[in-house]
């Protein structure tokens, strides 16, 4: 199974918006599945949950995902609000109806660096499994979860199926990253597919899709061909406008429907 999602933050942005452009726009730009960006308390409420289901089914929308705010806790206290946090995610994609989450890190070196987020993985993943929900670690650049040392440590330490990388192409080619040695040492444990675009190996500058440097449709296809199958979503940042001074139009999501729509199966 391959199904093409977009990220709600490509539609509502950075901000707290109820979700209100994302159930007008998704629909025009083709998409049929959706990631949530619940980064807010009461995004992940039940109430809102059963909102969101309600209004997905009203749009003919299928969501597929729940990303939520990152990893990162120091000390007792810490690390159980991270952990709380991280199993009401759980409940919540269940809630809606997907088994995945998906979360990146605080900023490097922060907040315990990795070995807090293994000893959160390690009480949250018997949780996932249980649950039948899919746990997946997005890298950002400048973040505890950022090379392939990161990931190559959490994965040695938290063998559960349940728990992979979300490969996020653009942030990966942010932090100077070969996507290509991602794969070749990883793709066993790829759970998750974000696609944007960057211009620049190493730096990080994200743009609109087919402006930038990104390898996507390569390095999807390699996926693919190792197996891959989950989703795959569409990342448009809404940090592109304010440094190109282009307003977005529907267009910018239209193009990147039609770049990955093709790999659809199952």
Not at 64 to 93: P, Y
């Amino acid at each position: 199974m391959i199904r093409l999602s977009c990220a709600t933050l490509s539609f509502d942005g950075f901000g707290n918006n109820d979700f209100q452009k994302t159930f007008v726009v998704a629909p025009e730009a083709g998409y049929k599945h959706l990631e949530f960006n619940c980064w807010y308390p009461e995004t992940l409420m039940p109430s809102k949950i059963a909102d969101l289901k309600e209004r997905c089914h009203q749009a003919a929308l299928s969501p597929g995902s729940i990303h939520v705010s990152s990893f990162g806790g120091e000390g007792n206290v810490g690390q159980t609000k991270d952990l709380c946090h991280k199993m009401r995610t759980v409940d919540a994609a269940i809630e809606l109806g997907c088994s995945m989450i998906s979360a990146t890190a605080v900023a490097k070196g922060g907040q315990g660096g990795v070995d807090s987020i293994i000893d959160v993985l390690k009480e949250l993943a018997p949780y996932a499994e249980k649950k039948g929900v899919l746990v997946s670690l997005e890298n950002h650049a400048g973040s505890n979860l950022e090379d392939l040392d990161d990931y190559q440590k959490i994965l040695d330490a938290i063998p559960s199926p349940n728990v992979g990388i979300c490969m996020d192409t653009g942030h990966f080619d942010a932090a100077g990253v070969s996507l290509d040695e991602l794969v070749d040492r990883f793709s066993d444990r790829i759970n998750h597919i974000h696609v944007k675009d960057n211009d620049g190996f190493g730096v990080k500058k994200f743009v609109r899709f087919e402006e930038g440097t990104t390898e996507n449709n390569r390095i999807v296809e390699r996926m693919i061909d190792s197996g891959y199958s989950g989703y795959i979503v569409v990342e448009v940042s809404p940090e592109i406008s304010k440094t190109d001074g282009r307003p977005f139009t529907v267009d910018d999501l239209i193009r990147p429907y039609n770049m990955f729509s093709k790999y659809e199966k199952g």
